[in-house]
């Protein structure tokens, strides 16, 4: 008995070109994700645990001390000028000439912004935001003129809005 189909060549039948097209879009996307991993690298991550912890255990006692002092502030940023407006409250003996504020990016670390507040007259401060932001980040006041353990703190989660009234106080 003899068969008298034609078969077509592989390359004219439909299941092989759909098998090959699934591998080669595996290929186009891992490509793809590779290339954005490549541009975006995670800005998150530390390699230096040791020293990361011992910067934890020195920032906790910050913290205590503006606890101490009964620390609290209120701030604001004006959305058209960027002007920083702050009062800080407390049982400190003097305030501060200069304080730093750190507003930090809970995901992208360029978007990180320091601003030194200058102070006008008593508890109250004034710096520039260079460049608006929105949105969530941790908020890092203290004294620059008294670094590790001997500075105070006061640290929070905010959703940033300009123009809106926002407060810190000692955990």
Do not use: C
């Amino acid at each position: 008995m003899q068969h008298d189909e034609n078969i077509p060549p592989w390359y004219k039948q439909f299941w092989p070109w759909f098998l090959i097209s699934i591998l080669v879009f595996a290929v186009v996307i891992g490509l793809g994700l590779l290339y954005v991993s490549l541009l975006n690298p995670d800005s998150m991550v530390r390699d230096n645990y040791y020293k990361e912890g011992r910067a934890i255990n020195m920032h906790m006692g910050r913290d205590h001390r503006a606890r101490e002092l009964d620390l609290a502030a209120q701030f604001s940023v004006d959305e058209l000028t960027g002007d920083v407006s702050l009062q800080l409250d407390g049982k400190l003996d003097q305030p501060p000439p200069r304080l730093l504020l750190e507003i930090i990016s809970p995901t992208h670390a360029e978007r990180d912004r320091s601003v030194e507040l200058t102070q006008i007259s008593g508890n109250h401060y004034t710096g520039q935001l260079e460049h608006s932001i929105r949105g969530r980040h941790y908020i890092d006041l203290s004294d620059p003129a008294l670094p590790a353990e001997d500075g105070w703190r006061l640290t929070g989660e905010i959703t940033l809005v300009m123009g809106q009234q926002h407060q810190l106080s000692a955990r």
